[in-house]
């Protein structure tokens, strides 16, 4: 149609472009539909398999090519960690985890991909439950690998996430699916690696939990040479320490310079008849008994130490104890925290000025 020299077009051909244009947008108003559906299967997918893997303890491993898209997406955006290529977990849930906590579900996860591997060092401590300090652990979380065995006569070297241990001495034990080795093994292993302190804390657990420092000191010495650090470790570590904090003690004392202390004594007052356990005790060349308590947050927050007891009866308690001590033959109570044992020099000057004894 010519109207006044613009051309228009008739209604018939307004309609059919519009009905075009109709049917091409319904046309992707329905493509959409279907990709979101697609996107929310998807995303039910992923989001079952994190719960399943998170009800196991562990990081996800999955096989599933379109939910690992998915989980690095989502990785991308903050919302999901990967600790180690191939393995995932929810951020909210590895933030309320304990160090000790991620390193069992990065191994769980790890066990996943690996049925065969053997694990040791820090992961078998953390595994088989032992005591371990979040710092040891953190760095070896920080650190990116995973502590593997393998034999003498395997020649597999390290790569970017995996340090091997070549051991032939030892079993394996399996733990909630995972293959570590024994405890005697991880002992040893952990004797050689780890600081003193973090050393001490693991083989006492496992002499604490009954094994023989023999069996132990076996286990090292079938693989060769028992270096200058395991040995420092077998002399000192004992049985007698109740918690991995009493250890780190007990190797803070070690390498200040002072002399092994009793552990676990026990007095009766003779005015009451309560009997008191101490953490440690020195007896000095004059006669004099001095004792060193080691305190923890625990003893005030746990409702199982508290009993029920309010703050300030809990300091009545440990006021009434010491005078039971003194009582009972004991000339000096000191007490330390953990944050002390951090403090090398601060902790040796306040045992010094207390008159415990040094090695000579």
Known sequence: MDNGGVRTQGS??????????????????????VRKGAIMRRHAVTERQLDEAEAARRCLHTTDDTVQQALRRRRREGEIVSPMPGLFIRCTTWEKLTPTERMCHLVRGLAQIHPDWVFGGVAAACILGLWIDYRTVNEALRSGKVDVMCTMRNGKGDSRHVRRIRSDAGSCMRVDGVKVTAPEQTAVDCARMLPFDAAMQVVCCVLHNGAELASIIGCAAHNGEIGKAERAVFKYASPLVENGGEAKALARFIQCGFAVPQMQVVFVDPQTGRTYRVDFLWLTNDGRIIVVELDGLVKYTDPQMTKGRTLGGIIDDERERVEGLKRAGVHTVVRIRMEDLNNTAMLQRKLLNAGVPVRR
Do not use: H
């Open 12 to 33: 018939a051909q307004v309609a059919a472009r519009w009905g075009e244009r109709l049917t091409y947008g319904l046309t992707s108003c329905r493509l959409s539909g």
